[in-house]
């Protein structure tokens, strides 16, 4: 931002980096467009451009074992050439192509996601320790709320759009292993009522000491 002359003024830079989760939630977000505006002229238009993100992502982000590269240089985009595969580009990766097959019906990304999806348990979780790795081969997993958030997203969406029903016992069980470990309180929503009522450890928000 430039504050010279009093004002805010902007530039967008274009970056030389696509970032996976970006593009992926920007076709999450046209897919919500799409809804909003059914029944108008920018709705066919939001479905053409959810398809060809879709189509970018199975292209260009995958490798041969449906593993979500976390950046891909504009520049190398026909070369093959992709950045270090996370868990956020694989979660994400999930969450945008069952939403894609949910806007579209078509089943080249149903099977995209489905394919996606085992190659997060299969290369990312570990059911002995009930938490995935946060990068590919790396034995420490470092965890965020945004990390987390991807993780979380694309567990529902395997179990209510792809039908993995094991993805809910996943679920729970990064939750119990990971996310409570991480929450400094919780509300009614999660069932709590008061003090710690559910026995997990995280207390009622309103028992949060303000220390």
Known sequence: DDFSDGIATSMVHMSNNISAVNACYALVALNVFQEEFAGTPLAPMALEAISAQAHFMINH????HH?????MPVMSMNDGKRGPHTVEAQAAAIRALYSAYSATGDETFM?????????????YYAEDDQAFATELNS?????TPRNVA????????????????????????????VV???QLAEDMATGETGNDS?????PFIMDQSEG
């Open 111 to 123: 099977d995209a996601a489905d394919d996606a999806y085992q190659t997060l348990i299969a290369d």
């Open 61 to 64: 982000m995958a490798d041969d």
């Open 139 to 143: 034995t420490t997993a470092n965890y």
């Open 67 to 71: 593993r979500y590269a976390s950046v």
């Open 180 to 182: 409570n470990k991480m």
């Open 198 to 202: 559910d026995f997990d450890s995280i």
């Open 150 to 177: 991807l993780i979380s997203g694309a567990l529902r969406e395997a179990r209510l759009v792809g039908g993995f029903s094991e993805a809910t016992d996943i679920y729970v069980a990064f939750w119990d292993q």
